[in-house]
């Protein structure tokens, strides 16, 4: 089988060799979560670097110019994709110092794949994620309100602000939360200087740590719970 080398998980281009899975001619995806990565301008370094980082957090690149980047989140049924989404979001635009714009939507899709074509999502998702991947000012996120859902309650200490896009083509506005990038300007842990990481807690709380442990308290919160 040919493979687009690089644009698969490395878990699951293993799993292809050792003959244990094989790429589905044709999935049915009821939610599936559909993301998308543009760079104002041509950026081939940043282009690769996210195809890279994509499929290091699980996720299949479904396409790519230096440009556009779109990818399927939630390809692994049983992946924690909610984490793995935010550890790419602040991965990439710390690697990039911000300036990457991205946007995630959530609904059915179809994936087909075959040799010649390699993967095709059939999905309104796959239109309107780089639609709104647009509107985001770098270092953000645009979410749709049903990726927001799945997100919200594990999120701790992101600043982010809701937004109602009326986009050309869609009979409604579109509502949105545009979700900040904590790590684009890599600021060090302010207690030891280390470098800081997105880390979850056992209970699911997603939050901001550097690698001795100390939490990191945004100045700014618009929600912060704490896990009791
Ligand atoms: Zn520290």
Redesign the pocket.
Known sequence: MKLKLGWLPAKLNDLIERGEESLPERRIFARAVVGSVYFKGENEAMADLTVRLATEYGMVVLKRDNKDIQFLVNYFETANWPLNLICFFEALMQQTSGRARGAVSQGPATLTHDDNRGFQLESAESELAPRLARVAMPGQMVLTSKVWHALADALEGWTSASVLHELAGFSAPVPTLHLHSRLAHARK?A????SLEVKQTAEGYIFVA?????EQIPELPIKLKRAA
Request: charged share 0%; glycine share 10%; hydrophobic share 10%.
């Open positions: 842990c207690a030891c200087s280390s550097c690698s001795q442990g100390h």
